[in-house]
């Protein structure tokens, strides 16, 4: 069974009272489960933090599947999202996540048999000046070429 | 010709912190916008003629003027939830102006008498986000946020809020129902969220840059501001510039400079010498410009809509004569199928149809009548559901279909790209 940490369990309480209503808790609350989940957030999850926080598991869960952040299934310790939208699409990001799976062997969304890496296309990041471009976890890497974003992927530890 | 007001500073890297910011005369116009009354500071913006930057372009000074004085409390709304693809002008305004914004804030919270605002930034952002709350957190430090704000009497409280992952959280009611802990489905209006937004009260909703550029009306004057721009489009506007230019950026320029001028001079003119074929002006959802059209193009809310397009949030995407239209309109049609919220038939139908219609073109499976379906279903989604999402996912299939559509019928026909040929069949 999944459990917050105290300190985890400590911010949600801060959340709960920040906001003028405590569903607005909900987005919080599933972003620390997700960080302290390596990533992502399980179904026993939703039923602790419905405890936790007083609100029915139903109207967290409406929150957790609408948004695309929060992750369903496990990802890998590096979560590579490459943006697929127009401008890096025109700049080969497509061709540069088609390599990435083809080379780790697996298919969008999986995770890699060693845990490392999750692939995913995503839209727009915002970032289209510096394209091709992907995210991986919190951090953006611009500007890349095949090789270098190659590279980039070896080079994590 | 550039005009910095907005990104006078950006190359400075002290000017995101407190310090930085007010070695250039930052909060000066906070304390200027204190000595005049609220509704003086709602009539400057009225007459300055400012139109949101988020992609609406509605007068900000009118939106203000809808609130309600019924005594209930007002919400300000800070949209920082920047998804229309190739945007990228309000993320670096947080990044290298956070203060700015802040400044902007406070000021326009002032003068719709609002005691609490919040950032809502799209969860992508997490380094604006970062620059953002360590700003926040210098402001409070210094009181220039909370109780009586340079001892105005004014008090103020300012948050972030970090969404996570929904294109429609853009969307105005979008984005409410997404702060209140709901899945982001926009409302219906009326009622308009300044009469009935956040928690059923009064909010105003204004876009990052707006909020900044409030500053710059307080600061200089309305007469001052209306002189940048055209009769109808004042100001200043940032243009994210994006694709096949030497010098892809945000600049800003006064609105009416001609959308070649702006090709050919801050970004540098087309990358290797290639010839330009089209150009989406603002954002994915306005309808596409043939070269010959952004020949004539100026960059104002007038001109464009007269060509059937729009300014929207100002991002630019440039195309060479090496771009496959059908290819394009793939990528975009995945987009908005993939951020439609499902709330409207219309919209969560017709998105999927046109992704799988000009896929079909793609995987060899369309026939010639499909390019007729394709802008049938298109127009059938126009203005029948409760926002915007829909008639942005029609609006540039009826741009590059009718315009290109020789590229269409040839892929149907041949199995392969007219423009790039076998190679990437």
Known sequence: MFELSTEGKEFVKKELARYETIESAIIPALYRVQKENEGWVSEDAIGHLSELMNIPEARINEVFHFYTMFNKKPVGKYHVQVCCNVACAMAGTREIADAFMKEHDVKE????????????????????????????????????????????????? | MEVKLLTEHYSDDNYRTLEGYKAKGGY?????????????????????????????????????????????????????????????????MMERAPHQ??????????????????????????????????????????????????????DHDMDVYVGAGAYICGEETGMISSLEGKKGQPKLKPPFPAVQGYL????????????????????????????????????????????????????????????????????????????????????????????EEVERATLDYECLAEMGSMLGSGSIVIMDETRCMVDMLKVIAHFYHHESCGQCTPCREGTGWLHKLVSGVVNGTAQVSDIDLLCEVANKMKGRTICALSDAAALPVLGIVPKFRDEFQFFIEQGYSKVQGRANA
């Open chain 1, 109 to 157: 969304g999986e995770m890699t048999s060693d845990g490392r890496f999750t692939f995913t296309r995503v839209e727009c990041l915002g970032s289209c000046d510096t394209a091709p471009m992907m995210q991986i976890n919190d951090d953006y890497h611009e500007n890349l070429t095949p090789e270098s974003a190659q590279q980039l992927l070896k080079d994590l530890k």
């Open chain 2, 200 to 291: 059923k009260k009064p909010t105003i909703v204004n876009n990052v840059e707006t909020l900044a550029a409030v500053k710059y009306i307080i600061r200089d004057g309305a007469e001052a501001y209306k002189k940048h721009g055209t009769e109808k489009s004042t100001g200043t506007k940032l243009f994210s510039v994006a694709g096949d230019v030497n010098k892809p950026g945000n600049y800003e320029v006064p609105l009416g400079y001609p959308m070649i001028d702006l090709i050919n001079n801050e970004c540098g003119g087309m990358k290797n010498g290639k010839k330009l074929k089209a150009a989406i002006p603002g954002g994915t959802s306005a309808p596409i410009l043939n070269a």
């Open chain 2, 28 to 92: 000066e116009d906070l304390a200027k916008a204190f000595k005049m009354k609220p509704e003086d500071i709602i009539s400057e913006v009225k007459a300055s003629g400012l139109r949101g930057r988020g992609g609406a372009g509605f007068p900000t000074g009118v939106k203000w003027g809808f609130l309600p004085n019924n005594g209930e409390t007002r919400y300000l709304l800070c949209n920082a939830d920047e998804g229309e693809p190739c945007t990228f002008k309000d993320r670096m």
């Open chain 2, 101 to 154: 914004l802040i400044e902007g804030m406070i000021i326009s919270a002032f003068a719709v008498n609002s005691p609490k605002s919040y950032i809502y930034i799209r969860g992508e952002y997490v380094y604006a986000t970062r620059v953002i709350e360590k700003a926040l957190k210098e402001a409070y430090d210094a009181g220039l946020l909370g109780k009586n704000i340079m001892g105005s009497g004014f």
